[in-house]
């Protein structure tokens, strides 16, 4: 199985000044080659990204003699980026979609490059990992913050600049996976803007809501940069300081999310989740920002990976499924708004709507487990990994 580790690496200033000039020449070739594919593409022809790799690779000593000095893993995969960007753009407009067409690249904006491990140049050395220190082709090795997790063959690892440094993904074939603690059979999980997620035991796990927590220093900070000076050294610094609020945001965001979904994966065999529309939920303009903070997209991909390494079930249930309205007893349907919190059936049950909705979705999850091979309910798929 492959798996990665990122790490926060403590390089020296040459360190620094390579891979600035390695995200630098990756972005260029991005560039490049994105230009190349339009202009055959306009002219009638079929480009690929093999044959765009070809010719910068001709080309590259005699016009751009600058990206010799890094590693040749670094321009490569970026026009093997250019490719990808185009397969799922095409894939997505025969599916109906309206996709975005690939975009040029910018300066400061997501720069990172590729280091692959495997035979190299003279004078280049596979990637190789010693405690607390790795080693990259061109440039040697490299102070990290902590050592890799993960045993096994290192793959690639590709290392980007972010707001309070450089860090490297190491990606690693390792046959280190999650394994069950205690199965405690099948459960229902309801996703909330108040409550991150209900269970269907009646446990509840409170989102950490960290944007929310810290929205005044966002603001002011936002207000700090707006008055800088465009391309000031003032600006660049109000603008590394609202970086490092919102990378703050995010690990405490993401930190939340692998907790929980560690915790079913490794806890219960059958999960029941619902297949929310998030980017239809983030239009209702008082909802987004509390949506948006829980991060129901990244827990729905984070549950259905980590699944996979303790052999679980998921059960997805249909988004149109009444989880809410439907009484988790008689299952008689009754009609709530957004503002009723408990769910009042003339049967006698009375239940917080969302532990209501999580105890049917457990209910849908065990009659979808149950049935014949092969055979899948109209409103719930399975995921079996």
Same mark, same amino acid.
């Given at each position: 199985m492959l798996r990665v580790?990122?790490?926060?690496?403590?390089?020296?200033?040459?360190?620094?000044?390579?891979?600035?000039?390695?995200?630098?020449?990756?972005?260029?070739?991005?560039?490049?080659?994105?230009?190349?594919? @339009?202009?055959h593409y306009e002219a009638g022809e079929k480009p690929s990204e093999m044959s765009l790799r070809k010719r910068y690779n001709a080309i590259k000593p005699v016009e751009f003699p600058w990206a010799l000095d890094v590693t040749k893993c670094a321009p490569q995969q970026a026009i093997k980026n250019v490719g990808t960007a185009f397969q799922n753009f095409f894939k997505n407009v025969k599916q109906g979609k309206k996709p975005g067409y690939p975009k040029f690249k910018k300066k400061g904006q997501h720069d990172s490059f590729r280091a692959d491990n495997g035979p190299q140049k003279k004078g280049e050395s596979a990637v190789k990992v010693e405690g607390k220190r790795i080693q990259l082709p061109k440039?040697?090795?490299? $102070?990290? *913050?902590?050592?890799? $997790?993960?045993?096994?063959?290192?793959q690639s690892t590709t290392v980007s600049k972010m707001a309070d440094g450089w860090y490297i993904s190491v990606l690693v074939e390792t046959a280190n996976t999650l394994s069950m603690r205690a199965d405690k059979g099948v459960v229902g999980v309801d996703f909330g803007v108040k409550t991150?997620?209900?269970?269907?035991?009646? +446990?509840?796990?409170?989102?950490? @809501?960290?944007?929310?927590?810290?929205? @005044? *220093?966002?603001? *002011?900070?936002?207000?700090?940069?707006? *008055?800088? &000076? &465009?391309?000031?050294?003032?600006?660049? &610094?109000? @603008? +590394? &300081?609202?970086?490092?609020?919102?990378?703050?945001?995010?690990?405490?965001?993401?930190?939340s999310l692998h907790k929980?979904?560690?915790?079913?994966? +490794?806890?219960?065999?059958?999960?029941?989740?619902?297949?929310?529309?998030?980017?239809?939920?983030?239009?209702? $303009?008082?909802?987004?920002r509390a949506i948006s903070d829980q991060g129901f997209g990244k827990l729905r991909t984070l549950i259905e990976y980590k699944v996979a390494m303790t052999c679980a079930t998921v059960v997805i249930v249909d988004r149109w499924f009444p989880s809410s309205k439907t009484c988790s007893v008689c299952g008689a349907i009754h009609e709530l708004k957004l503002s009723d919190r408990t769910m009042n059936c003339e049967c006698g049950n009375t239940l917080d709507r969302d532990l209501n909705a999580a105890i049917n979705l457990k209910n849908y999850a065990v009659s979808s487990t149950v049935l014949a091979c092969g055979e899948k309910s109209a409103d719930a798929k399975l995921l079996v990994v």
């Open positions: 580790h990122k790490i926060k690496l403590n390089p020296n200033k040459a360190q620094e000044h390579y891979f600035a000039q390695a995200c630098g020449v990756a972005r260029h070739a991005y560039n490049w080659a994105l230009a190349e594919w @339009k202009r440039i040697g090795w490299i $102070r990290m *913050r902590e050592e890799v $997790r993960f045993s096994g063959c290192i991150l997620a209900i269970l269907s035991d009646g +446990t509840e796990i409170q989102g950490p @809501k960290p944007q929310k927590k810290l929205l @005044k *220093r966002l603001r *002011r900070l936002n207000k700090s940069l707006s *008055r800088k &000076k &465009k391309g000031s050294a003032n600006f660049k &610094k109000a @603008k +590394t &300081k609202l970086s490092k609020l919102h990378k703050r945001i995010a690990d405490v965001r993401e930190d929980l979904s560690h915790k079913l994966a +490794t806890e219960y065999g059958v999960i029941g989740i619902e297949d929310l529309n998030v980017k239809g939920m983030v239009k209702n $303009r008082s909802l987004a």
